[in-house]
């Protein structure tokens, strides 16, 4: 494990021992993350206001950014409100995108520079593709395509694509492995 670490207001992220995090890449406050996963080059994962969760062999790929929502009432810690980051396992998170308060459900995909919203889910199996705006509090169901700005149904996912989402999240496991064993 390599990259800044950083505690914010006492809370450390928590980061399972096999987890790849490149030099460049940020972590901050209350982050917890899955054996196996990834944050490549340039990522900044910042649980400052709120928590995030990362599930395993997750890969969130370079220049990303996970954020989340606070509560304009006082801290999460104590009102229990504002809206969290919650990403599970088997996931790919492209280069480039933005993360912000939102669901990503085991085996689900984020393309390339596309941004997901506040309070919206995009469930397992179901992808979003590269340079897609999903705006806040929209569900993304498992087995479809969403794109455009904003983002819609386009159709639902080819066997090829539903086929690949779980190739993408093993091979990034692996790659991980490879640059910890030569970096971590």
Not at 95 to 107: D, K, P, Q, R, Y
Not at 132 to 141: D, I, M
Request: glycine letters at 14%; hydrophobic letters at 35%.
């Amino acid at each position: 494990m390599t990259g800044t670490i950083l505690s914010f207001n006492g809370i450390t992220p928590k980061i399972a021992d096999d987890v790849f995090i490149a030099p460049t890449a940020v972590i901050i406050g209350d982050v917890e993350i899955g054996p196996g996963s990834s944050i490549w080059y340039g990522c900044v994962v910042r649980g400052d206001v709120n928590r995030i969760r990362i599930g395993a062999r997750t890969n969130v790929q370079d220049g990303t950014v996970i954020h989340v929502n606070h509560d304009p009432k006082g801290s999460y810690l104590e009102t229990g409100g504002g809206t969290p980051t919650h990403i599970g396992d088997d996931i790919t998170i492209g280069h480039m995108a933005l993360i912000h308060a939102c669901t990503i459900e085991s085996g689900g995909f984020i393309g390339m520079n596309a941004t997901i919203m506040d309070e919206s889910v995009v469930e397992g199996g179901a992808m979003v593709a590269a340079g897609a705006l999903l705006t806040p509090r929209k569900r993304v169901p498992g087995g479809e395509l969403w794109s455009g700005s904003p983002a819609k149904k386009m159709r639902e996912l080819t066997q090829e694509e539903r086929d690949y989402i779980p190739y993408s999240a093993q091979n990034y496991a692996r790659l991980a492995a490879e640059h910890l064993r030569q970096h971590g």
